[in-house]
């Protein structure tokens, strides 16, 4: 039996929704992989979604989970570490879910520095709907609602995190799974509020508007465009434009709000 049969939910929750090469499955086995190197006994897993195709993680995998409502799994997954900060709390969410109608949850949650871990699945665009544009959509690419290429500018996920107070920001892709699994493994070992962005191929809806052929040919331009920090720091700007950069890009030790906030219980019953 392969190793990540054991945390999924086989029989009940299968098969699942999503498309073939799709990038959502290629993360998911990165984390499996992740956790268990870790060895965390999944009870004490909680595993936080939203809506979207990359939300319906939480329903395959065999952690305690909630699917939430789209946008708020940061919120719901701040609620449960407050209160039980024992469990490992992993928020699952896309672009969409994250950064559009949870853009809120998210800055305030990594102002707060929940500790909480994000993994952020970017397809760069709203795949469970048809394909509108999201927040992290290149200017210029299209989508379903921008026929001829948008006019809005995207966010880059990590540096908003860290402007907004994150202790831990990295990106990774799903062509590089093995660096995928370790981004999120050192991400999950983290005090305070850390995001992993997994770079995540959407073929179906991405890949078909932007003329970008089928996955194989997403995850070779992945291959082709991808360069690590540490190589990028030492190469000129114009050689690091238009290439998806990847690794850990912040890293700090903090305090993180659960703790400061059960001294703030204890001060209040004067213990
Ligand atoms: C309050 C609310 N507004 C809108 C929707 C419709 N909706 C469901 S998923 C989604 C976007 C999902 O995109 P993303 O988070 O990027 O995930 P993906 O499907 O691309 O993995 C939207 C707009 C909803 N379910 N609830
Ligand atoms: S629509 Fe896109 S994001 Fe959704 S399952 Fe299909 S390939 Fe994946």
Redesign the pocket.
């Given at each position: 039996m392969h190793p990540s049969y054991e945390m999924l939910r086989p029989g009940k929750k299968f098969p699942h929704v999503w498309c073939p090469g799709c990038g959502?499955g290629i993360v998911q086995g990165a984390i499996i992989r992740a956790v268990q190197k870790l060895g965390w006994p999944r009870d004490e897993i909680v595993m936080v979604s939203?809506?979207?195709?990359?939300?319906?993680m939480p329903v395959y995998l065999d952690f305690n989970s909630l699917h939430t409502?789209?946008?708020r799994a940061i919120a719901f997954a701040t609620g449960v570490k407050l209160h039980n900060p024992k469990l490992h709390v992993i928020v699952i969410?896309?672009?969409?879910?994250?950064?559009?109608?949870?853009g809120n949850h998210f800055i305030h949650a990594a102002r707060r520095n929940a500790d909480i871990t994000v993994i952020l699945?970017?397809?760069n665009?709203?795949?469970?709907?048809g394909g509108?544009y999201?927040p992290?959509t290149p200017i210029g690419k299209r989508a379903s609602t921008a026929p001829y290429g948008t006019a809005e500018r995207d966010f880059d996920p990590c540096a908003l995190a860290k402007a907004a107070g994150a202790a831990f920001t990295a990106r990774g892709v799903a062509y590089n799974a093995m660096e995928m699994e370790k981004l999120i493994e050192t991400a999950l070992t983290k005090k305070g509020f850390s995001v992993v962005e997994a770079i995540?191929p959407?073929p179906t809806?991405y890949g078909r508007l932007n003329k970008e052929g089928n996955a194989v040919k997403m995850l070779q331009w992945q291959k082709a465009n991808t360069i690590n920090i540490k190589a990028a720091e030492k190469l000129p700007m114009d050689q690091v434009t238009g290439k998806i950069v990847t690794g850990i890009f912040h890293d700090v030790e903090t305090i993180p709000y659960t703790e400061i906030y059960n001294r703030i219980i204890q001060k209040a019953q004067g213990k």
């Open positions: 959502h939203g809506i979207g195709c990359s939300s319906r409502a789209h946008g969410t896309g672009d969409g879910d994250a950064l559009a109608i949870g699945l970017n397809n665009i709203y795949g469970m709907t509108q999201s992290t995540s959407c809806l």
